[in-house]
C-alpha cells in the first residue's frame, strides 16, 4: 500500500491508510497540522498554499461532518472545491468509475476526496487516475480512515505529549470499524505502549491480536489504567445478523457511564469519532464532561485535513516560506 502512496523521494502522493507508512511521515503530517493550526484562529482564516488548485469531493457514502470538514480545510488553503453529488450524478445511471474519473480529469482537477461504501475504493482510484492527481481516502468501508486516525493522534499528543508511555483502549464496534483499523495501525507505529481494544466477542474481528493488541471482553478489566479511551459508534446499519441481544443491554455492559470512567485514571481523555449515539455507547454526561475531548477532536480534524492536502500537492515548501 506504502508504494502507491509515497513518490519516488517517499513524500506524500497519495493518502489512502496508515499501514505501512513510516513514523518519521506521520510525525510529518502532525507537525504540519500545528503550523497551519495557527490559520483556523486568524480574523483572516485563509492561507495561499492551495491558490489555484481545484479538489472535488466525491462522496459515494452520506456524511455531513467529514465532508463539511474536508470542503473547510480546502477553503482554508484557497482552494477551488467541488461537492459532487453522487445521487444526481450520471454514476447513479450507470457511469463506472474510471469513466467518472476520465470525465473529472477532463475538468482539470488536482485531488480527489473519496469516500466510499466498499474497502479498496480509494486505492482503485489511485492506481487508475492521471498521474498529476493526488487521492485522499476519506473513509472506504471497513478498511481504513486515516485522516480520522491522524486527527486522533495529534488530539492525543496535544493532550498527553510523548505516545511512548501511553495505554489506549479502543472500545465498541471494532468489526466495522474503518477508524479502529486506521488507529490500531496508527498507534503501534508510533510507538505507544499498549493498545487494547474491548468488544463483545461478536464485534472483535478474528484475528485482530496479530496487529499486537490486547483483547478485552469486560469493559471495566479493558479501562484499567488506560490514558486514552477511544469509544467507537455502534454501527447497526452495517451489521448483517444480529450482533448484540440489545442496544439496552450493549450500554449496559459497554456504555461508557461516569460511574465506569471513576475507575480509569484520573487523567484518561475521552475521545469519539462521532457521530454520537448517546445513550448507546456513551453516556451524555460523560460525551459533555470534562474529560471529553470530542469536540477539541473535530476542530482538529480541519487542520489535519489541511496538513495532508498540502502534503499531497506538494505545498510544504511555500508553507515554510509564508510562516
Given at each position: 500500500?506504502?508504494?502507491?502512496?509515497?513518490?519516488?523521494?517517499?513524500?506524500?502522493?497519495?493518502?489512502?491508510?496508515?499501514?505501512?507508512?513510516?513514523?518519521?511521515?506521520?510525525?510529518?503530517i502532525?507537525?504540519?497540522?500545528?503550523?497551519?493550526?495557527?490559520?483556523?484562529?486568524?480574523?483572516?482564516?485563509?492561507?495561499?498554499?492551495?491558490?489555484?488548485?481545484?479538489?472535488?469531493?466525491?462522496?459515494?457514502?452520506?456524511?455531513?461532518?467529514?465532508?463539511?470538514?474536508?470542503?473547510?480545510?480546502?477553503?482554508?488553503?484557497?482552494?477551488?472545491?467541488?461537492?459532487?453529488?453522487?445521487?444526481t450524478?450520471?454514476?447513479?445511471?450507470?457511469?463506472?468509475?474510471?469513466?467518472m474519473?476520465?470525465?473529472?480529469?477532463?475538468?482539470?482537477?488536482?485531488?480527489?476526496?473519496?469516500?466510499?461504501?466498499?474497502?479498496?475504493?480509494?486505492?482503485?482510484?489511485?492506481?487508475?487516475?492521471?498521474?498529476?492527481?493526488?487521492?485522499?481516502?476519506?473513509g472506504?468501508?471497513?478498511?481504513?480512515?486515516?485522516t480520522?486516525?491522524?486527527?486522533?493522534?495529534?488530539t492525543?499528543?496535544?493532550?498527553?505529549?510523548?505516545?511512548?508511555?501511553?495505554?489506549?483502549?479502543?472500545?465498541?464496534?471494532?468489526?466495522?470499524?474503518?477508524?479502529?483499523?486506521?488507529?490500531?495501525?496508527?498507534?503501534?507505529?508510533?510507538?505507544?505502549?499498549?493498545?487494547?481494544?474491548?468488544?463483545?466477542?461478536?464485534?472483535?474481528?478474528?484475528?485482530?491480536?496479530?496487529?499486537?493488541?490486547?483483547?478485552?471482553?469486560?469493559?471495566?478489566?479493558?479501562?484499567?489504567?488506560?490514558?486514552?479511551?477511544?469509544?467507537?459508534?455502534?454501527?447497526?446499519?452495517?451489521?448483517?445478523?444480529?450482533?448484540?441481544?440489545?442496544?439496552?443491554?450493549?450500554?449496559?455492559?459497554?456504555?461508557?457511564?461516569?460511574?465506569?470512567?471513576?475507575?480509569?485514571?484520573?487523567?484518561?481523555?475521552?475521545?469519539?469519532?462521532?457521530p454520537?449515539?448517546?445513550?448507546?455507547?456513551?453516556?451524555?454526561?460523560?460525551?459533555?464532561?470534562?474529560?471529553?475531548?470530542?469536540?477539541?477532536?473535530?476542530?482538529?480534524?480541519?487542520?489535519?485535513?489541511?496538513?495532508?492536502?498540502?502534503?499531497?500537492?506538494?505545498?510544504?515548501?511555500?508553507?515554510?516560506?509564508?510562516?
Amino acid at each position: 500500500m506504502n508504494t502507491i502512496q509515497l513518490d519516488h523521494q517517499g513524500r506524500l502522493k497519495h493518502f489512502l491508510g496508515i499501514e505501512g507508512l513510516p513514523k518519521a511521515l506521520l510525525i510529518e503530517i502532525l507537525d504540519t497540522a500545528t503550523s497551519l493550526m495557527s490559520v483556523t484562529e486568524q480574523t483572516v482564516k485563509k492561507v495561499p498554499l492551495l491558490r489555484g488548485k481545484t479538489i472535488v469531493n466525491l462522496f459515494f457514502e452520506p456524511s455531513t461532518r467529514t465532508r463539511t470538514t474536508f470542503e473547510l480545510a480546502a477553503k482554508r488553503l484557497s482552494a477551488d472545491v467541488l461537492n459532487f453529488n453522487i445521487n444526481t450524478s450520471s454514476s447513479s445511471k450507470g457511469e463506472t468509475l474510471i469513466d467518472m474519473l476520465r470525465n473529472l480529469e477532463a475538468m482539470h482537477c488536482d485531488l480527489f476526496v473519496v469516500r466510499h461504501a466498499a474497502g479498496g475504493a480509494a486505492h482503485f482510484m489511485a492506481q487508475h487516475v492521471a498521474p498529476h492527481i493526488s487521492i485522499i481516502n476519506a473513509g472506504d468501508g471497513r478498511h481504513e480512515h486515516p485522516t480520522q486516525a491522524m486527527l486522533d493522534m495529534y488530539t492525543i499528543r496535544q493532550y498527553k505529549g510523548d505516545f511512548s508511555p501511553l495505554r489506549v483502549a479502543i472500545v465498541g464496534d471494532i468489526l466495522h470499524s474503518r477508524v479502529a483499523r486506521s488507529n490500531i495501525h496508527a498507534l503501534m507505529t508510533l510507538g505507544v505502549a499498549e493498545v487494547r481494544v474491548i468488544g463483545p466477542n461478536t464485534l472483535i474481528p478474528k484475528g485482530i491480536a496479530t496487529l499486537g493488541v490486547k483483547v478485552f471482553n469486560r469493559l471495566k478489566e479493558g479501562l484499567r489504567n488506560v490514558d486514552v479511551i477511544l469509544m467507537l459508534r455502534l454501527q447497526r446499519e452495517r451489521m448483517q445478523a444480529a450482533l448484540i441481544p440489545s442496544v439496552h443491554e450493549y450500554f449496559q455492559y459497554y456504555g461508557l457511564t461516569e460511574a465506569i470512567l471513576e475507575t480509569t485514571h484520573s487523567d484518561a481523555i475521552v475521545m469519539h469519532p462521532g457521530p454520537i449515539n448517546r445513550g448507546v455507547e456513551i453516556d451524555s454526561s460523560v460525551a459533555n464532561g470534562e474529560r471529553s475531548v470530542i469536540l477539541q477532536q473535530v476542530s482538529n480534524g480541519i487542520a489535519i485535513r489541511m496538513a495532508v492536502m498540502a502534503m499531497t500537492l506538494k505545498a510544504i515548501p511555500e508553507l515554510k516560506d509564508t510562516r
